[in-house]
């Protein structure tokens, strides 16, 4: 009995250092820290051409007789079928939309997140975050300059394209102080007179989803504001589909 009080006398001071050396867990880092990172991450990969590298380099050409599709955007494209609603099941349609995106970034990456991907169209939902000022301040000329620059880069490359409207919207909850509603009815003008200049298809969510007053409608949104919940995509599929088709029926650029 007294060879075990011993023992156990000798290796506490052993097992006391042990726990001692084993290190504090790291401080979490503070708010400014994260949005520091943040903005690192930004700068080190604008475009977010990291997201889906891995993605576009698997999925290979469509096979033969198959009209891919891309839909192209920022979150409204990206949490469709991933958060919300159904994305299209048994169709060749590929979502390439990237949250809290603005056209400057999406045009960066079109070459890789669209035009590697062979589609024979890619429908676009692109603006939001443009009017949100998410990559800062944009003049309605520089985001329709970035609208000109994706069409002619799709049509050197043969792909239809489909022009979305902006989603209704009257204000932006990551963004307070931004009031929209007038901004996306005059950028939605600007897009439907470039369709029909460019010959292409205009894809016009915006009658089904907006209130008189131009808000989102809330009860179709997640956000009650912005983004659309399973119902707003619910509504959205079959004129997606509407337009799609328009399209593909269309000779490639």
């Known amino acids: ?12 001071p052993a097992t006391l250092a042990a726990q001692q ?8 880092p503070s708010p400014q820290q994260v949005q520091l990172d943040k903005l690192q991450a930004r700068f080190n990969d604008f475009a977010q051409l990291a997201r889906y590298a891995a993605d576009n380099a698997a999925i290979g050409d469509p096979a033969p007789g198959t009209q891919r599709v891309v839909f192209y955007g920022d979150s409204l494209t990206d949490n469709w079928g991933r958060k919300f609603g ?16 603005t056209s400057p970034q999406m045009l960066i990456r079109f070459q890789q997140d669209v035009i590697h991907l062979k589609p024979a169209a890619v429908v676009l939902l692109i603006g939001t975050n443009d009017l949100a000022q998410n990559t800062g301040p944009e003049s309605m000329s520089a985001i329709e300059d970035n609208f000109r620059s994706i069409v002619a880069l799709a049509k050197a490359n043969h792909i239809r394209v489909v022009i979305s409207s902006v989603l209704p919207a009257n204000r932006f909850p990551w963004h307070p102080g931004i009031a929209p509603a007038t901004q996306i009815v005059e950028l939605n003008k ?20 907006a209130t008189p007053e131009g808000a989102m409608k809330p009860e179709l949104a997640v956000d009650k504001a912005v983004h659309p919940n399973d119902a707003g995509y619910a509504l959205m599929e079959p004129l997606a589909e509407v337009a799609i088709a328009k399209s593909l029926a269309q000779p490639a650029p």
């Open 21 to 28: 050396m084993v290190p504090p867990p790291p401080p979490s």
């Open 86 to 101: 159904k994305f299209f099941p048994g169709k060749p349609y590929v979502n390439r939309g990237i949250s809290g995106q």
């Open 190 to 209: 600007w897009l439907v007179d470039f369709c029909k200049a460019e010959h292409l298809v205009y894809l016009d969510y915006y009658p089904a989803l």
């Open 1 to 12: 009995m007294r060879s075990l009080i011993l023992a156990a006398a000798l290796a506490l």
